[in-house]
């Protein structure tokens, strides 16, 4: 934070604050869009009635947002574990080796530039402050930013999963007899195109190269999945 000629703080909104939920949002969308929408086109190649295609489609809303939320809890739960081991032992280790620990912080800031005096000054003045945060941040790469939440993850996930499942799902169910795949398609890939966009502008990246990734693998699973389900639909 710097202070400028009228007095004010300055605070930088940088778009690293907001990968932690960003990355869960975005990938929860996208899947629940692209899983969604190519079994529905799939079953709807099939020549499946409407009333089965939106039944599929509404359980494969339900499982798909326990599924995301299961997975990410469990995946973030096990980084959560990793940390708090390595906090544990950071702890043991500064109420042992004191001296280590602050000569290990030092060489740690000389490798990122300072000086070796300066270098050990502010291994010093961290270490009386805060020797266990500082390790954290410095050594091990934990802070408040990149901290694991694992009911925060697992919920962003569940909840971008359903909305984005739900694009596809009303789209069979809006559409008019006899165009339900291409109606589903094209509501499918505009819905691809606006969370590339969104993915881009939150997350400070470019945008044609966001709607492309997402757009590409949308469109390559709907056809791989709507394929199959002619193919096999034709022949059971």
Known sequence: MSR???GQPHHAVHYV???GWLRAVVLGANDGIVSTASLLAGIAASGAARESVLLAGVAALVAGAMSMAAGEYVSVSAQSDTERAD???ERRALAMQPDAERREL???YIERGLTPDLAGQVAEQLMAADALGAHARDELGISELSAARPVQAALASAASFSAGAALPLLAVLLSPVGSTIPVLVLVSLLGLVMLGWIGARLGGGPVARSVGRVL???????LATAGAGKLFGATI
């Open 216 to 222: 590409f693998w949308g469109i390559l699973a709907m």
């Open 106 to 108: 030092r060489d740690i």
């Open 4 to 6: 400028p000629q009228g």
């Open 17 to 19: 604050n907001r990968i």
């Open 87 to 89: 906090l544990a032992k």
